[in-house]
């Protein structure tokens, strides 16, 4: 039997100094907090006290072009998180490394390392990485191909999944006289396709059996890798119809791979912008990109989103044509972010001055009251299109605290979210099975 539901998991993004491009000028913040790691330290803080499951910090190893917007990827995840560990309790640390750009056994032990020094509180994030300024920082090879680098992100856990197991928790009564044999740590002799790998992992297996593993993704090739191998999937989904059609997805591919489907916890990203009334939040979301009214904000939104493919003369008040967001599934660059559109744009005749207000960063836009916000994370919630959210705040780190004052004690009294932390590991938190004692996928009928 798949687990029972579990509350409603709030993971939230720390990322840089905010979820907003300008948060590093924030009034009454350090612009360069993001290599303060007290500023880190103290996100990490107030999700605790707001009892938030997981806090999250993407990666990308390359310093980006724009230099008029916060840095939002700085401090090596693994590290940082290393030291978060030893001074913030019981929340759980997702951190993203790329399959492309390490190698399976030295990413396997590390974090191996740090779920064990945690106590079971270790998610990886699976990247596959898609700019070419990563791939010009580690040798002078061109990017790989989508396909190809989905292939090797396919092997590349199967083969960590396998080293995590490789090697069985040292009992607590000491051995007669081996420490371990064949049996206790055993050889993977991995061979395939872009790894040899002997084994077995110098790591013993962690409290949770292994790390908690995540993923995002919108293309065929990013739903198939979650399906596979993914506790926590991460997405880019903008109405609660699309939300139900990527879990359904994600259900067949599970299925396919037999695994049971309600071992998975899809989170989608969120940004909050809270205000005591609607039109205070607006004004607040104008000010964060720099613009005292909406016209500059649509004109900034168009302009982010098209660049110089921005239709001539679009309209801000008239329906946007599903048809101006394309993709296609070879694309180098990231499918969900420009599908997510599309498909709030099919699904509603959804114009540039109301689309403003519902995508931020390319997720969807929460802006409003407490009790807006509240209620439409329990709308999604309640109906079942979701297990939780990946909240991101615009300003950290004060925006955690605002959120644990105003939306934390409506999600309580809803009775959607704890008043504590139980369970000695994440998995037994979001009660995920553990990897030691897989059961079989339910059948199809």
Do not use: C
Request: aromatic share 8%; no cysteine; charged share 25%.
């Amino acid at each position: 039997m798949p687990p029972e539901r579990n509350h409603l998991i709030l993971s939230v993004a720390l990322n840089s100094t905010g979820s907003a491009a300008r948060s590093w000028a924030a009034a009454g913040t350090k612009w360069n907090r993001f290599v303060d790691w007290n500023h880190y330290l103290r996100s990490a803080q107030l999700a605790h006290e707001g009892v938030f499951d997981i806090v999250f910090v993407s990666d990308h190893p390359a310093l980006q072009r724009d230099n008029t917007s916060r840095p939002i990827h700085s401090f090596d995840p693994t590290v940082l998180f290393s030291a978060v560990a030893a001074a913030v309790p019981d929340i759980g640390f997702l951190l993203t490394a790329s399959t492309s750009y390490n190698s399976p056994y030295n990413l396997a032990r590390r974090l191996a390392t740090l779920d064990h020094i945690s106590g079971g509180r270790v998610i990886w994030n699976v990247v596959s990485s898609f700019n070419p300024d990563i791939a010009a920082n580690f040798g002078a090879a061109p990017l790989p191909g989508r396909a190809e680098r989905y292939r090797r992100a396919d092997e590349f856990v199967q083969l960590v999944k396998d080293l995590w197991l490789s090697w069985d928790t040292p009992p607590d009564e000491p051995p007669d006289e081996q420490l371990w044999d064949a049996g206790t740590a055993r050889r993977i002799d991995h061979r395939g396709e872009f790894f040899d790998v002997t084994g077995p992992l110098n790591v013993p297996i962690g409290p949770q059996g292994h790390p908690v593993i995540s993923q995002a993704g919108a293309s065929a090739a990013g739903i198939d890798l979650a399906a596979k191998h993914a506790d926590i999937v991460y997405a880019s989904l903008l109405h609660r119809t699309s939300a139900v059609d990527y879990r359904a997805r994600l259900r067949d591919r599970a299925l396919v791979h037999g695994r049971d489907p309600g071992d998975l916890r899809l989170l989608p990203g969120l940004t909050v912008i809270l205000g005591e009334t609607r039109a205070e939040a607006y004004r607040k979301h104008e000010a964060l990109h720099g613009h005292r009214g909406e016209e500059g904000l649509i004109a900034d939104f168009l302009h982010r989103n098209w660049a110089t493919d921005l239709p001539a003369g679009l309209d801000p008040d008239k329906p946007l044509d599903p048809a101006l967001f394309t993709w296609d599934e070879g694309q180098q660059r990231p499918v969900g972010f420009v599908k997510s559109f599309a498909e709030l744009a099919a699904a509603e005749e959804i114009t540039p001055r109301q689309l403003v207000r519902r995508v931020e960063g390319g997720h969807r836009l929460a802006v409003g009251t407490p009790h807006e916000v509240a209620d439409t994370i329990l709308d999604w919630w309640s109906s079942g299109a979701v297990d939780g959210f990946n909240i991101h705040i615009p300003v950290l780190p004060d925006g955690i605290a605002e959120f644990n004052r105003h939306v934390v004690p409506l999600l309580r009294a809803a009775g959607a979210v704890p008043t504590g932390y139980d369970g000695s590991t994440l998995r037994e938190r979001l009660k995920l099975r553990d990897p030691r004692n897989p059961e079989p996928a339910p059948s199809r009928s």
